[in-house]
C-alpha cells in the first residue's frame, strides 16, 4: 500500500479560533441590550411581525372591534342616562314606553358579543403566535446544533417552554388592547366635550398624565425584565450542568459547590422577580389612585350643579356613566404592560438565535431535480475551504481526489478540521470557497436530500432513538427487511450483543440508545450506514469505542463494500492500513490539485 499523501492548509489553531471561548460568548451575549434598545422600541414588536405576518392583520381587526365597541359604550351610556332621568322626570310606565328598548338590548348583546370576541381572538392569534415561534426557534437551534455551534440548551428550553407563554401577555394583552386605548379615550373625550365642556376640560388635563406613567415605568420595567431573564438563562444553564455532570460531580465530591452555585443565582432571581412585581403592584396602585381622583374632580362639581339645578340630569348622569370609561383600556394596559414586557425580551432572545444561525443560501440558479451520483466516478475537491465562519476556516485550500471504490483514512492532529469536512460533503455545512465535483459535475452548495440518498454517515457520536433498534437500523431504509437488517448487524459486528439483548432486535431502547454501550452504539449506526448500500460512507472514528476483533471484522466489512467509495476519519494506524490511501491534513503547504489528478493512489 502506498501513502498518498495529500495537504491542505488550516490547523487546530483556525478552527478553535472559530468556535471561541466561553468569554466571547458572555460579551456576544452582554452586547445584546444594544441591540435589543435599537429594535423593537415601539408598541409592535418588528420580531413579531416577522415571526407571524398575519399580525398586522390581527392589529386591523382589534382597531375595527375597538371602534365598535366605542360607539357601543357611547351610545350604552347615552340610552341608560336617558332611561334614569326619565325615570325620575315621567315615572317607571311612560320611561319605558317611550324608550327604545330593541336599540339598547341590540346595543348591549352586541357589546357581549364584543368582549367575548375580545377574549377568544386574541388567545387563537397568540396560541399561533407560540406555536409558529416554537417551530421557528427549534429549527434555528437544530441548525445550529448539526453545525457544531449553537445556543446554550438551557436558553432554548427556557424559550420554548416559559418564553413561549409569556407571548400571551403581550399578544393576547397589550397589542389587542392598544387599539382600545388610542380610539375609546379621544371618543369619550369628544362626546363629555359636547354634553358638558367644564368635564370634558377635566378629563383633557389629566388624561395625559396616564400615558406619561406607563412611560416612566416602563423604562425601569424593561431594564429589570432583561435581568430577570439572563438570572433564569443562568439557573437554567447551572442545572442542566449539574444534572447532566451529576455522577462526575458525585465522584469528585463536588456536588455540594453545584447545589451552592444554583442556590445563589436562584436566591438572586427571587429578588429580582420580587421586585418586578413590587414595582407593578405599586405603578397600578398608583394609576387606579390617579384615575380615581380624576374621576372624583368630575363626580364632585357634577353633584352640585345637578343639585343647584344647574345641568340637566340626563347629561349628568351621562357624563358620571362616561368619564370612567375613558380611563378603562389605559389602566387595562397598565395592567398588562409588565406581562407584555416579558413577551417583548423572549422576542429579542429568539432574534438573536435566529440572526446568529441563518437558513442555508439558496443558489440563484435554479436547483436541478437531483444529484450526480457518487457511484463509479472520482470526487474531486478543488481548493475546498471549510468552516463555521469565513473569518476562521477550520481547512482551507484543501484539493484531493477520492478515487472511486476506494477506502482512504482521514488523519491529522485534533482540530485540523477533520470533522468539519465530512460535514461539507455530508450537505451539512456550505462550503466557505473552492468546489466538489462528482464526477466533474458540481456539486450543489446545499444539495439536499437527493445527494444524502447516496450517503451513508456514521458520526462520531451517533445519535438512537427511543424506538426498536431494528428501527434505529432501518432509519435510512424504512422498507428494509428483517433478513437486510440482520446482515448490516453482522457486518458492523453487532449480532453478539445484540442477540444478547432480551428482545433480539425488537428490544426497545431508550432515548439516546442510553443502555447500551458508547461501542454498541457505534456498531448499531454502522449497521444503519451499511444497510442503505451507500456509494460514499462517510465514517467519524468508526471504531475508535471497540475492541481489536470488532475493529478487524468492520475493517474487512468496509473492504467487501462493492463499487463503495469510503473517507474515513481516524487516528488509529490499524485503520490506516487497512485503507487504500492515507490523507495527512494539517500541514501548512497545499499541494496543488493538478499534482493529484494525474495520480495513482495505488
Known amino acids: 500500500m502506498k501513502d498518498g499523501t495529500q495537504k491542505g492548509r488550516g490547523g487546530g489553531r483556525g478552527t478553535r479560533k472559530g468556535r471561541g471561548g466561553g468569554r466571547g460568548r458572555q460579551k456576544g451575549r452582554g ?15 418588528p420580531e413579531l411581525v416577522r415571526i407571524h405576518p398575519g399580525i398586522k392583520r390581527y392589529l386591523a ?9 366605542t360607539l357601543l359604550t357611547v351610545a350604552q351610556a347615552l340610552l341608560l ?60 437551534a437544530g441548525r445550529r446544533r448539526i453545525r ?53 376640560l377635566t378629563v383633557l388635563a389629566t388624561l395625559p398624565f396616564v400615558p406619561l406613567l406607563l412611560a416612566l415605568v416602563g423604562m425601569h420595567t424593561k431594564a429589570r425584565t432583561e435581568r430577570q431573564w439572563a438570572l433564569l438563562l443562568r439557573l437554567g444553564g447551572h442545572f442542566l450542568q449539574a444534572v447532566s455532570g451529576l455522577a462526575t460531580l458525585r465522584v469528585f465530591g463536588r456536588q455540594d ?69 375613558a380611563y378603562r383600556p389605559l389602566r387595562t394596559l397598565s395592567t398588562r404592560f409588565h406581562a407584555s414586557q416579558d413577551g417583548k425580551t423572549v ?37 475546498l475551504t471549510v468552516g463555521f465562519s469565513a473569518a476562521a ?28 469536512l465530512l460535514r461539507t460533503l455530508a450537505g451539512l455545512l456550505p462550503p466557505l470557497g473552492g468546489q466538489i465535483r462528482v464526477g466533474g459535475t458540481p456539486l450543489s452548495p446545499v444539495p439536499g436530500d437527493a445527494w444524502t440518498e447516496h450517503l451513508g454517515v456514521v458520526p462520531q457520536r451517533p445519535h438512537l432513538f427511543a424506538a426498536s433498534l431494528a428501527d434505529n437500523v432501518r432509519l435510512g431504509r424504512p422498507d428494509a427487511t428483517d433478513a437486510e437488517v440482520e446482515r448490516a448487524l453482522e457486518k458492523a459486528g453487532a449480532t453478539g450483543f445484540v442477540h444478547a439483548l432480551p428482545d433480539g432486535t425488537a428490544t426497545r431502547l431508550g432515548d439516546g440508545g442510553a443502555q447500551l454501550s458508547a461501542g454498541e452504539r457505534q456498531r448499531v449506526a454502522l449497521a444503519r450506514a451499511l444497510l ?71
Open 347 to 383: 422576542l429579542a432572545q429568539a432574534r438573536r438565535i435566529r440572526e446568529a444561525s441563518p437558513a442555508p443560501a439558496e443558489p440563484s440558479s435554479p436547483r436541478r431535480p437531483g444529484a450526480p451520483d457518487p457511484a463509479g466516478v472520482p470526487i474531486v475537491l478543488d481548493r
Open 81 to 140: 342616562a336617558q332611561l334614569l332621568a326619565d325615570l325620575f322626570a315621567v315615572g317607571a310606565r311612560r320611561a319605558l314606553a317611550s324608550f327604545p328598548l330593541p336599540l339598547a338590548a341590540g346595543v348591549v348583546v352586541g357589546r357581549c358579543a364584543l368582549a367575548w370576541w375580545d377574549r377568544w381572538y386574541p388567545a387563537t392569534v397568540a396560541a399561533d403566535v407560540k406555536r409558529t415561534l416554537r417551530a421557528g426557534l427549534t429549527e434555528a
Open 61 to 69: 381587526v382589534c382597531t375595527v372591534s375597538a371602534a365598535l365597541a
Open 257 to 325: 459547590d453545584a447545589a451552592r452555585r444554583i442556590r445563589s443565582v436562584s436566591a438572586e432571581h427571587r429578588v429580582v422577580t420580587m421586585a418586578a412585581l413590587r414595582q407593578a403592584f405599586l405603578s397600578s396602585f398608583v394609576l387606579e389612585t390617579m384615575t380615581t381622583l380624576a374621576v372624583a374632580l368630575i363626580a364632585v362639581p357634577v353633584g352640585f350643579r345637578l343639585l343647584s339645578g344647574n345641568m340637566e340630569l340626563s347629561a349628568g348622569l351621562a357624563v358620571l356613566l362616561l368619564t370612567p370609561e
Open 148 to 200: 457544531g455551534t449553537g445556543p446554550p440548551t438551557a436558553d432554548v428550553v427556557a424559550l420554548l417552554t416559559r418564553g413561549g407563554d409569556a407571548l400571551d401577555g403581550y399578544v393576547a394583552g397589550t397589542v389587542s388592547v392598544l387599539p382600545h386605548a388610542v380610539l375609546v379615550p379621544p371618543a369619550v373625550v369628544g362626546t363629555l366635550l359636547f354634553l358638558d365642556l367644564p368635564s370634558g
Open 393 to 420: 476556516p477550520a481547512l482551507t485550500e484543501l484539493s484531493l481526489v477520492l478515487e472511486p471504490g476506494r477506502c482512504h483514512a482521514l488523519t491529522g492532529p485534533s482540530g485540523a478540521g477533520k470533522t468539519t
Open 31 to 45: 452586547g445584546e441590550r444594544a441591540t435589543q434598545k435599537g429594535r423593537g422600541g415601539g408598541p409592535l414588536d
Open 532 to 602: 442503505r448500500r451507500p456509494t460514499l460512507l462517510l465514517l467519524d472514528e468508526p471504531t475508535a469505542r471497540l475492541d481489536g476483533e470488532t475493529e478487524h471484522q468492520i475493517l474487512a466489512a468496509l473492504h467487501a463494500l462493492p463499487g463503495t467509495t469510503a473517507l474515513v476519519v481516524t487516528h488509529r494506524p490499524r485503520v490506516m492500513e487497512y485503507a487504500d490511501t492515507v490523507i495527512r491534513i494539517g500541514d501548512t503547504t497545499p499541494e496543488p490539485l493538478t499534482a493529484l489528478e494525474g495520480r495513482s493512489v495505488r
